[in-house]
């Protein structure tokens, strides 16, 4: 017995084109584009600007993360999500960002250099500031990650690379 599973509506600005077993959703507006490979555990069809997910052989805990995963991909694919990184002490910068590649100081005796994938858009604000964008909210998570871990807000003086709303409780120096 099979289980459907009605996702969401799609919205007028998504294409959708199939061949063989791989869907592509495509934004007409910003070019952005997600495939999904579709195997023998499920499969995707679309009734009435509907999609839906027929369950054939997934587990309650995989099809869980599956329809959660697709949620993120969709919404994203809709609006992008974003992030705004501040990075905060004496010197430390965000150079620019050209061909994918973002450069930037932050306290080491060279520029740092940090590869980003083609879906995320860096935006400089300025010289300590700058947003990133993207439709997969798991790439981007994972790279603000990584420019965070470049240089990790110090506990004492609030030097580091942080969120922009994230709030850093300074820890009280012995004297």
Avoid: W
């Amino acid at each position: 017995m099979y289980n459907l599973i009605k996702l969401f509506k799609i919205s007028k600005n998504i294409n959708i084109q199939k061949k063989k077993d791989i869907y592509r959703f495509v934004n007409l507006e910003t070019k952005d584009s997600i495939d999904i490979k579709i195997n023998n555990s499920f499969s995707l069809f679309i009734v009435k600007d509907y999609l839906y997910l027929k369950n054939i052989s997934l587990t309650s805990v995989k099809l869980k993360s599956l329809l959660k995963h697709l949620k993120t991909l969709f919404i994203g694919l809709e609006q992008k999500y974003f992030y705004r990184l501040k990075i905060n002490g004496v010197g430390f910068r965000f150079l620019d960002f050209k061909d994918n590649v973002l450069s930037l100081k932050a306290g080491y005796s060279n520029i740092i250099q940090i590869n980003i994938p083609k879906t995320v858009l860096i935006k400089l604000i300025n010289s300590t500031e700058i947003l990133l964008m993207s439709f997969n909210y798991d790439i981007l998570k994972l790279i603000c990650l990584k420019i965070k871990k470049i240089r990790v807000p110090d506990v004492y003086k609030g030097k580091g690379i942080c969120y922009f709303d994230e709030v850093i409780s300074l820890k009280e120096i012995k004297k």
